[in-house]
């Protein structure tokens, strides 16, 4: 079967595919054409939403810096209380530990001034010597009633327990002579040069240190070998010679708290 093509019409048949052309165009004109088609714009409904939603959104984070503002407020505020809670508690302990601490401090100095006041009255009823006998710092001393030699006085205060007076400071010797009788009668104190003559020891075998010798004393005058106290000193004289005495021991120490 032919195929059956239809005739060009007699018109067109001498015009040639240039001529059905516009002037000036061409067929690469095309894809130009399409390219400098007019720019596409969102839709009119687009546009319109576009303001609201910016001011919804403006609204929302103000409301949301509004709430996380008062979140760190309400926390701070929190914080504080807390803050002022715990203050309040350590002031309440201190001022607890400080009544204590005053308390004790109260208690303590009622203790001490109770027992001071208790070792004032042992010390009263306290006796660290023997009757007859007196008392002076940390000593006691008896004033005999009875006369003897040296030695027979040194035996007697022996058998007591005791020695002869040995004088080994000023306020000693003041305080001895201060209780010498009415008559100022010399006594026999624990001092002597009987073992080498010139070297005076006492009964307890201590050498002389501090002396109180009469001017011209001791002058060994006739075997002068013993010390007697005297209101102006020490003299030595016979230990023969029958003379009061004082003896001397340690006193007694009394019960403190």
Known sequence: ??????????????????????????????????????????????????????????????????????????????????????????????????????????????????????????SALCRPCPCQWKFYKDSCYYFSVAQASWETARKACEADGTNLAIISSSEEQNYLKLNLDSNRRPRWIGLSDKKKEGTWHWVDETALGQSFWNEGEPNNAGDEDCCELIPNG??????????????????????ML
Request: proline share 8%.
């Open 234 to 255: 020490w003299n030595d004289a016979p230990c023969s010679k029958e003379n009061y005495w004082i003896c001397e021991k340690k006193a007694s120490p009394c019960p």
């Open 1 to 122: 079967m032919c195929d059956l093509v239809a005739p060009k019409s007699p018109e067109m048949s001498g015009l040639d595919e240039e001529e059905l052309m516009p002037s000036g165009w061409s067929p690469f004109d095309l894809g130009t054409q399409r390219s400098q088609s007019p720019r596409s714009f969102p839709a009119p409904w687009l546009r319109r939403l576009g303001f609201p939603l910016l001011l919804a959104f403006f609204v929302l984070s103000f409301i949301l810096s509004i709430i996380t503002l008062t979140q760190v407020f309400q926390n701070q505020r929190l914080y504080n209380s807390e803050q002022e809670a715990v203050q309040e508690k350590l002031n309440y302990l201190s001022a607890q530990l400080k009544g204590d601490q005053d308390l004790r401090d109260k208690g303590q100095l009622e203790a001490s001034q109770f027992i001071e006041q208790l070792n004032k009255t042992l």
